[in-house]
């Protein structure tokens, strides 16, 4: 059977170093990282990734005061896509339209601040906010969205831990492929700096990043990495069947080539290379594809001593030393770790380098772990390429759930 | 507290939980809802900040009190006045 042709035609992001995809861009060829210190309740001055995206471009002030910050992410990225996409928006059939967002978790933040706001009245719950419920159901982040969009088609959350922006786009092209949507607005969100449990949490596990410099705290495959620094973004995509876009005279970033998506089945937190190394050649297999057509790797490492490791042995076990043309960069050295939105946001980073070639590194390496040091590892600054028509994006997460999405240049 | 005092304490919560509205002409003897944007959770909010901010309970039963400015005041005002009677 052959299946519908699915293309990207629209890009929204909010990153800690940049609102735009061109931005972003910017500053990931510039080697500008987006780390800061933020004063996380309870626990005092961590390192974070923060957005600076203008809430109230997109949103009444009762919106944001009512919303999430989850909500508002979305709806900026939703929002921004759209314009991207040159799409007539309006006149489009809002039932037609699907949102599709990946995320870590939701709800956390809401809970804490809750339960904050009613330790200043003794804990008494005639304080608890009626807007707890609305605020933590683990669709607010789409509902949201389709809420400010007035989009009455499926908007719903794909929870799937740190591999779910990816999940975001997959499901985006399935539900397109099934003619369930027209337009899909998809990829993922993270508002989790607002919680101190996953610092806490973290730093419990020993995985929470420190560095006196804060750009230079997210160091993956980086022999003095420490672990991983929380981030909040966002990216959301407009996917649209390929004759759609192009009945329409739409701009094509990328064609989605193939996806695998498998768990791990062993352990809550402790990453498992082969279930890895299978997920990925599970999206060459679904893209058609052998390793070496890709040319891009961009890597989900988040700088844990054991975890960078472990996702450099799957990349070498389908890799290898046969693939002189795949260059391997990763994107949370720049941002820390964006969590649901991680593979959603990675991906838009490294879609202009089907135009201009250009790789972006991985920085913050001054000495490179000999347990990651992979052939085609893109360090500290930007290479150009020979090609670049595939790119393959890694993003997995707790409880063992991969995903690898590969998005291909767009040919006719 | 005199009624012109109690208008201003819910007008001020007003303010707060729908900042986009203009509350410069709000007319107290029309229902707040007919002239500004506000939803049940909106009523919601201003009976929970009357009681974070005053120490005001409004029981639900009472809740169509809060209709109009002028009936704010006419129910609110005694509550404020009790409350400051017994501080």
Redesign the interface.
């Known amino acids: 059977m052959k299946l519908p042709r699915i293309v990207i035609t629209g890009v929204g992001l909010t990153a800690p170093n940049g609102n735009s995809l061109a931005e972003f861009r910017a500053n990931l060829l510039g080697g500008v990282a987006g780390i800061e210190w933020l004063d996380v309740r309870y626990m005092g001055r961590l390192l974070a990734g923060v957005c600076h995206f203008d809430a109230l471009k997109h949103q009444k002030k009762k919106e944001v005061r009512v919303g999430t910050r989850a909500g508002s992410i979305s709806i900026w990225c939703a929002r921004e896509a759209l314009a991207d996409s040159g799409i007539a928006f309006d006149a489009f059939p809002k039932d037609r339209v699907g949102i599709y967002v990946g995320c870590t978790e939701h709800g956390n933040v809401e809970t804490e601040n809750e339960i904050f706001a009613i330790s200043k009245f003794a804990y008494d719950t005639k304080y608890w906010s009626h807007y707890h419920n609305p605020r933590t159901v683990a669709n607010n982040p789409a509902g949201e969205a389709s809420l400010n969009l007035g989009v009455t088609g499926p908007a719903y959350t794909i929870g799937a831990a740190c591999a779910a922006g990816n999940l975001g786009l997959i499901h985006a092209s399935q539900m397109l492929r099934l003619g369930e949507v027209d337009l899909a607005i998809c990829g993922g969100i993270s508002e989790s700096i607002h919680t101190f449990g996953i610092f806490a949490g973290f730093k419990s596990q020993g995985a929470l990043a420190t560095h006196e410099t804060p750009s230079k705290a997210s160091r993956p495959f980086d022999k003095a990495r420490n672990g991983i620094v929380v981030s909040e973004g966002g990216c959301l995509y407009t996917l649209e069947r390929l004759e759609d876009a192009q009945k329409r005279g739409a701009k094509i970033y990328a064609e989605i080539a193939g996806y695998g998506v498998n768990s791990d089945a062993s352990d809550y937190v402790l990453p498992n290379p082969v279930r890895q190394a299978e997920c990925v050649r599970k999206a060459l297999a679904n893209a058609g594809m052998d390793a070496s057509d890709i040319h891009i790797v961009n890597t989900h490492a988040t700088a844990t001593p054991l975890g960078d490791i472990q996702e450099c042995e799957a990349i070498r076990a389908v890799f290898g030393e046969g693939c002189p043309d795949t260059h391997i960069n990763n994107t949370k050295s720049f941002i820390g770790h964006c969590m649901g939105a991680a593979g959603a946001l990675e991906l838009a980073g490294n879609l202009p380098s089907f135009d201009d070639l250009v790789v972006h590194p991985t920085i913050n390496v001054d000495e490179l772990d000999p347990l990651c040091a992979l052939p085609g590892l893109v360090l500290n600054t930007p290479v150009k390429a020979g090609k670049v028509d595939a790119i393959l994006n890694n993003s997995f997460g707790m409880l063992g759930i991969n995903s690898t999405l590969i998005v291909k240049r767009f040919v006719s | 507290m005199t009624t012109e005092d109690c208008k201003k304490a819910v007008l001020d919560i007003i303010a707060d939980?729908?900042?986009?509205e203009d509350l410069s002409n709000v007319k107290s003897d029309v229902r707040l809802r007919d002239q500004l944007?506000l939803d049940s959770?909106d009523f919601?909010?201003i009976v929970?900040e009357l009681?974070?901010r005053h120490g005001i309970e409004v029981p639900e039963a009472d809740y169509l009190r809060l209709a109009s400015l002028d009936s704010c005041a006419e129910y609110l005002t005694p509550k404020f006045n009790a409350l400051s009677a017994k501080s």
């Open positions: 939980i729908a900042p986009d944007q959770m919601l909010d929970m009681r974070k």
